[in-house]
């Protein structure tokens, strides 16, 4: 069964989406947890960091390029976290790659 990150990709479920390209997209969080809160995912389904295998390498490399770019351009000069949760105790809850921008707010250590 495919995840609502699938069904975003396949335009069967609407998103706010901010960046689209052969490799990744990026999208509001529907409920986000920062003022500028978006996520970055392979449109390939790879379930977590602990699925990926070498082939992978590029894709993982283009989501967090562009991560950087749409935390610019939603002007995120002062900073912003990058979190990908991994599995069940690491918090996933889409079994789908996906990294979490957070900002607009300073942010708090240790998270969680």
Same mark, same amino acid.
């Given at each position: #069964?495919? +995840?609502?990150?699938?069904?975003?990709?396949?335009?069967?479920?609407?998103?706010?989406?901010?960046?689209?390209?052969? *490799?990744?997209?990026?999208?509001?969080?529907? +409920?986000?947890?920062?003022?500028?809160?978006?996520? *970055?995912?392979?449109?390939?389904?790879?379930? +977590?960091?602990?699925?990926?295998?070498?082939?992978?390498?590029?894709?993982?490399?283009?989501?967090?390029?562009?991560? +950087?770019? *749409?935390?610019?351009?939603?002007?995120?000069?002062?900073?912003?976290?990058? *979190?990908?949760?991994?599995?069940?105790?690491?918090?996933?809850?889409?079994?789908?790659?996906?990294?979490?921008?957070?900002?607009?707010?300073? #942010?708090?250590?240790?998270?969680?």
């Amino acid at each position: #069964m495919p +995840s609502i990150f699938t069904k975003i990709i396949d335009r069967e479920i609407p998103a706010e989406i901010l960046h689209e390209d052969d *490799v990744c997209l990026a999208f509001r969080d529907i +409920s986000p947890k920062a003022p500028t809160h978006f996520l *970055v995912i392979p449109k390939k389904e790879i379930v +977590s960091l602990a699925d990926l295998t070498e082939a992978d390498e590029a894709i993982v490399g283009r989501c967090i390029i562009v991560a +950087s770019q *749409v935390a610019a351009a939603e002007g995120l000069e002062g900073g912003y976290r990058l *979190v990908c949760n991994c599995g069940d105790d690491g918090g996933q809850e889409v079994p789908h790659l996906h990294f979490h921008v957070m900002g607009g707010r300073k #942010m708090t250590w240790p998270p969680g």
